[in-house]
């Protein structure tokens, strides 16, 4: 891939979600536990201990998953979904409209309800965050207004999967992406976060991204610039996928 590409150009040229989903999401790969399962178990705990519910919830991704929603689901009325690609967003509207070839997220759902003791049936815990979902917008966290052209009030929660990490090209970007991010949440509203930590590329197919490597002393310390204070924080072993929730603070 051309070094001059701007990141944003890189992903919406090269970045293939299904083959993405076959490699890191799909319940037969090897990296399921890691990439889709524990954070589900991570993120209903973090809901839960944490009091992270409402009426909003925004999430903010790189990559057409529903597993962070599948946590959320209980905890929120309405939920707004936004990735950073055409394709990805495609892949997630096929999904929503239950259209044949839309990715598999089944074992997904049937792991919801097992986390929740949910005796609706997977089918019911699909079909109920279908319901849920009311906007798929394309976002970019780089500019002012993520989300532009579209204007929303803000929300009760921010949700960022795999994110900031896998698409800032420094620190400095990074933090300026948060800070757009934050402008989406009401003041004492809540931001969850998780992804990978000190990890520099990934591939998709032959494709090599470049990730922005971050540390826990990093993170702890862009979140608070931002104005939050950091209520639940956990380094998981392995792909040291990070999570973490914070409370937006009184302004």
Same mark, same amino acid.
């Given at each position: ?180 991010? &934050? ?7 809540? %931001?969850?976060?998780?992804?990978? @930590? *000190?990890? #520099?590329? !990934? ?20 979140? &608070? ?7 639940? %924080?956990?380094?998981?072993?392995? @792909? *040291?996928? #990070?999570? !973490? ?7």
């Amino acid at each position: 891939m051309a070094a001059d590409l701007t990141m944003k150009t890189l992903y919406e040229l090269y970045y293939d979600p299904r083959k993405a989903f076959k490699t890191y999401y799909a319940h037969e790969c090897e990296f399921a536990e890691d990439t889709s399962r524990q954070p589900m178990k991570k993120l209903f705990q973090a809901f839960d201990s944490c009091g992270v519910k409402g009426d909003t919830l925004l999430g903010i991704s790189t990559v057409p998953c529903i597993h962070q929603y599948l946590a959320a689901c209980d905890f929120f009325k309405e939920i707004i979904v936004t990735d950073y690609t055409d394709r990805n967003v495609q892949e997630m509207e096929k999904w929503l409209k239950n259209e044949p070839g839309a990715l598999d997220w089944s074992p997904m759902a049937k792991y919801a309800c097992e986390l929740q003791d949910d005796s609706c049936g997977w089918m019911e815990k699909e079909e109920q965050l279908r319901r849920k979902i009311t906007n798929v917008f394309i976002h970019d966290v780089f500019e002012s207004n993520p989300l532009a052209p579209h204007v929303l009030p803000q929300v009760d929660c921010v949700i960022a999967n795999n994110c900031l990490e896998l698409i800032s090209i420094d620190k400095k970007s990074y933090c300026e992406g948060l800070k757009n991010m &934050s402008s989406l949440l009401r003041t004492g509203g809540h %931001l969850v976060m998780y992804g990978v @930590i *000190e990890c #520099t590329f !990934y591939m998709v197919g032959e494709h090599k991204f470049p990730t922005l490597s971050v540390d826990e002393m990093f993170m702890r310390h862009a979140v &608070s610039e931002c104005g939050y204070e950091i209520k639940f %924080l956990e380094i998981v072993p392995r @792909i *040291e996928q #990070t999570l !973490y929730s914070a409370a937006r603070s009184e302004e």
